[in-house]
């Protein structure tokens, strides 16, 4: 029986602000494939054979987050995951993975940025092989495009593109090379791969063939086509519809999409009385054929009395997301005569939109009155209805 030698650790970075993203969610956490992004690195890292030992370096705010992922990952990656907060920078951020991996003791380090979910096991392997052969190795792709520098006066002029190549992740080190690369003095703004802390050492940088799929994903749109180099073209779609409705009662504040409203009325409901998120959460579990709000919380049940809306929609995202769905967008329609919605929407969208894990223009909340007509119209009612549209690849 031959012995798999575990020589390697990584480090999947996943501590970065998105700001070219757009949104409030950050992009490793939007949903991609069923999944939040940062999990497709994690699955195709823990097929690699002589892993020893994989760190996720996120935001201090999403440690809890990321922890919760465990129970839904494979046997062997759970006992070999470490999680921990990351640094200001990119730089910083690696560093706290090797420290992470120090109990481990890999002789060799792949460095790998969450953003780039396709990345496939023959590339981690052929990168690592080209490490443990030469110390240092990056994957990446020759330029075919044209390429023009643009000055500062708007003016632009070609630049020979002989000999560039794109480079990519994940970057494989040996481990003593890195650590000691990391601790030399640099500009961590300026530095945007852990390839360019190695050269400065003087040491030699290996070359792999990249893949044309491993995309990095920065602006939105690059979520659908990333999907698309993968496979996951042919998205299955469904849409369910939720709907709503409490009695209003003298004393606020209201709470409505997981935002207190300031204003005199509060919603009356066994729990928080949060209709948006009743609406949005039954919109959910219909799209995907999994009964609806009360079917798995209770108005009847002591536990949910007074109960933050809010994880009533994170547990109906986590069932779909066992099925492989993740939500695409929502539309809601509140129907309110005070308080007035328009002040507020912002954000509502906002926190929708992070529940959701979406960016923000894939979130709709809109507000209509009864004109006086009903108990909506005579400020006794409000009520919710949702439209969610769930895919899965």
């Not at 823990?46 to 919760?68: D, G, I, P």
């Not at 708007?154 to 040996?174: C, E, I, M, W, Y």
């Not at 698309?228 to 779609?237: H, I, K, V, Y």
Request: proline share 5%.
């Amino acid at each position: 029986m031959t012995t798999v030698r575990r020589d390697l650790g990584a480090i999947v970075v996943a501590a970065g602000r998105s700001t070219r993203m757009g949104g409030t969610t950050p992009k490793v956490w939007l949903p991609y494939r069923g999944e939040p992004l940062l999990v497709s690195s994690l699955r195709t890292i823990a097929a690699v054979e002589s892993l020893a030992a994989v760190v996720l370096v996120v935001r201090e705010e999403e440690l809890a987050r990321a922890e919760a992922l465990r129970p839904s990952l494979p046997a062997p990656l759970r006992e070999r995951l470490h999680v921990v907060a990351g640094g200001r920078e990119r730089s910083d951020s690696v560093r706290c993975g090797l420290a992470a991996l120090a109990a481990a003791a890999p002789s060799i380090v792949l460095v790998h940025d969450a953003a780039r979910p396709n990345a496939s096991r023959s590339l981690f392997e052929r990168v690592a092989a080209a490490a443990r052969e030469h110390g240092a190795a990056v994957p990446g792709l020759p330029i075919v495009d044209t390429l023009r520098r643009r000055s500062a006066d708007g003016r632009s002029a070609t630049v020979d593109r002989s000999g560039l190549h794109a480079v990519q992740t994940p970057q494989g080190f040996a481990r003593e090379l890195l650590e000691r690369a990391h601790a030399q003095p640099a500009d961590a703004a300026a530095t945007t791969d852990d390839a360019m802390l190695v050269e400065a050492l003087g040491a030699p940088i290996a070359w792999v063939d990249g893949e044309a799929a491993n995309l990095k994903v920065t602006l939105p749109a690059d979520l659908e086509l990333a999907a698309r180099l993968a496979g996951g073209a042919t998205m299955e779609r469904r849409v369910g519809l939720g709907h709503d409705l409490h009695r209003l009662a003298p004393g606020g504040p209201l709470r409505l999409g997981g935002v207190d409203l300031a204003g005199d009325v509060h919603a009356v409901g066994h729990s928080d009385g949060d209709a948006l998120l009743h609406a949005v959460t039954d919109a959910l579990l219909g799209a995907c054929a999994l009964g609806d709000i009360g079917t798995h919380f209770s108005d009847k049940a002591a536990e949910n009395r007074g109960r933050d809306s809010a994880e009533f929609l994170r547990h109906a995202i986590a069932l779909a997301a066992q099925r492989g769905f993740a939500p695409l967008q929502v539309d809601v329609v509140v129907r309110l005569e005070k308080p007035k919605l328009a002040p507020h929407r912002a954000a509502l969208v906002a926190r929708l939109a992070e529940l959701l894990g979406l960016p923000l223009d894939a979130v709709s909340i809109k507000a209509k009155t009864a004109e006086g007509v009903d108990a909506i119209g005579e400020g006794r009612a409000l009520a919710c209805d949702a439209v969610v549209q769930m895919g899965r690849s």
